[in-house]
């Protein structure tokens, strides 16, 4: 018996046991559409946090409170970077383009009888042109808001809708935490960084900041969350951080371990492809989970089917078939089986998947070459577990399958 007359005959069978083989089927369906699923999740999230570093500019440092030590052991990190050590570097370091420091806390922000929790940035003039930020109303607040802690403020575009739908609340006055803020003006829309969304988020001087709401939280001046620098040339930014490094273990007396950490763009990019692709195979081999699970369902089912076709195989090898053809026969249901529930899987993990890029931020990617890989596997899949009820059919003796059937 040739290639195609077995193909015929396991699709003869397998289309006269509709259910069967549809249940049999379902344990690679799941399995597919999850690996699928899965990993297009998983290449969102990292193409979603690259979209978001790659928005901060090629030319930018972040020096963040704590060593990497400190920051993997606790979540209390040293109050040691303030608003001065900014300003040291903006003056003392020349490749420095621009600085915008930066202290984040949420507040309940009122205007009339509406109300909303948002963050609240502390920052100085500098943001916008170190965080490439626009104002789409009104101005930003001045260096003379900052030296005379005027209480002004800048809302993103969401808060601001928020509190005034379409109306514009320039000149308009909000509360913060019981003290009153003029809004002078409204940032176009930017979406998050590091954590932050802009959008939802009020923008004050920083010394107003410290002085009228959250008061001085460390002694060693207005501490600060982060703070972002832009460096004048992509070329200088190795020699800008050896500088700024200098600069604040001199200005922290340091001798020992720093206390603090200063990343590139180019090191969050590492660092967060790292931690996503870890994140993205941990999710494909829970998923993977499945496949065997459904391999094994496979062989289960082909089992129950030599048990229950022992006539069948019997009467063929009564009058001619052989071991191989029997072994043949079977091995292409275990496959056409695995082929078509991975190929329904497959589609469904990307429905599925593009299904998540509607509905959540991400934008998860599945490509051809990953859809086929699983399709492959899948058939892969079939055959191996299809091989041990195929060869435990073409083993029986004729004449003991006839007299037992």
């Known amino acids: 018996m040739n290639i195609t007359e077995s193909l015929n005959m396991a699709l003869k069978t397998l289309a006269a046991n509709k259910l069967r083989s549809s249940l049999t089927m379902l344990?690679?369906?799941?399995?597919?559409?999850?690996?699928?699923?899965?990993?297009?999740?998983?290449?969102?999230?990292?193409?979603?946090?690259?979209?978001?570093?790659?928005?901060?500019?090629?030319?930018?440092?972040?020096?963040?409170?704590?060593?990497?030590?400190?920051?993997?052991?606790?979540?209390?990190?040293?109050?040691t970077l303030v608003l001065s050590d900014a300003e040291a570097i903006a003056a003392q370091v020349p490749s420095v383009n621009g600085v915008a420091p930066e202290f984040n806390t949420r507040s309940l922000i009122t205007r009339g009888n509406r109300t909303a929790n948002a963050t609240v940035v502390g920052t100085t003039p500098g943001f916008p042109v170190v965080r490439n930020v626009e104002v789409q109303q009104?101005?930003?607040?001045?260096?003379?808001?900052?030296?005379?802690?005027?209480?002004?403020?800048?809302?993103?575009?969401?808060?601001?809708?928020?509190?005034?739908?379409?109306?514009?609340?320039?000149?308009?006055?909000?509360?913060?935490?019981?003290?009153?803020?003029?809004?002078?003006?409204?940032?176009?829309?930017?979406?998050?960084?590091l954590g932050v969304n802009y959008d939802d988020s009020v923008l004050l001087p920083i010394t107003t900041m410290s002085n009228r709401l959250v008061g001085r939280t460390s002694p060693y001046g207005i501490e600060l969350t982060y703070v972002s620098i832009s460096i004048a040339d992509q070329s200088q930014m190795d020699a800008a951080k050896f500088q700024i490094s200098n600069l604040l273990r001199l200005r922290h007396k340091i001798v020992g371990e720093d206390d603090f950490t200063i990343n590139s763009q180019q090191d969050l990019l590492e660092i967060t492809g790292t931690v996503t692709n870890a994140f993205t195979l941990l999710l494909a081999a829970i998923a993977g989970i499945s496949l065997f699970v459904g391999g094994i369902g496979i062989m289960n089912i082909m089992l129950v089917s030599v048990s229950e076709r022992t006539q069948e195989i019997g009467l063929r090898k009564a009058i001619g078939a052989s071991q191989q053809d029997i072994l043949v026969q079977f091995v292409i249901e275990a496959v056409i089986l695995a082929v078509?529930?991975?190929?329904?899987?497959?589609?469904?993990?990307?429905?599925?998947?593009?299904?998540?890029?509607?509905?959540?931020?991400?934008?998860?990617?599945?490509?051809?070459?990953?859809?086929?890989?699983?399709?492959?596997?899948?058939?892969?899949?079939?055959?191996?577990?299809?091989?041990?009820?195929?060869r435990q059919a073409a083993k029986l003796d004729p004449i003991v399958a006839l007299r037992t059937a």
């Open 27 to 79: 344990g690679i369906i799941i399995g597919n559409a999850s690996v699928i699923t899965m990993v297009g999740i998983g290449e969102g999230a990292q193409n979603y946090i690259t979209d978001e570093i790659e928005g901060l500019g090629p030319n930018v440092l972040f020096v963040i409170p704590g060593n990497q030590e400190t920051q993997r052991v606790t979540f209390s990190l040293p109050k």
């Open 138 to 193: 009104g101005a930003f607040f001045t260096e003379s808001d900052m030296r005379r802690s005027t209480p002004v403020a800048v809302l993103g575009p969401q808060l601001a809708e928020r509190l005034w739908g379409q109306q514009d609340p320039v000149g308009r006055s909000i509360r913060i935490d019981a003290v009153s803020f003029q809004v002078v003006g409204v940032l176009d829309e930017r979406g998050s960084n």
């Open 340 to 390: 078509l529930g991975g190929a329904i899987g497959t589609g469904l993990g990307i429905s599925g998947a593009l299904l998540i890029g509607v509905s959540t931020p991400f934008q998860p990617t599945v490509s051809m070459s990953a859809a086929t890989v699983a399709v492959v596997v899948s058939g892969s899949i079939g055959l191996f577990f299809g091989v041990i009820p195929a």
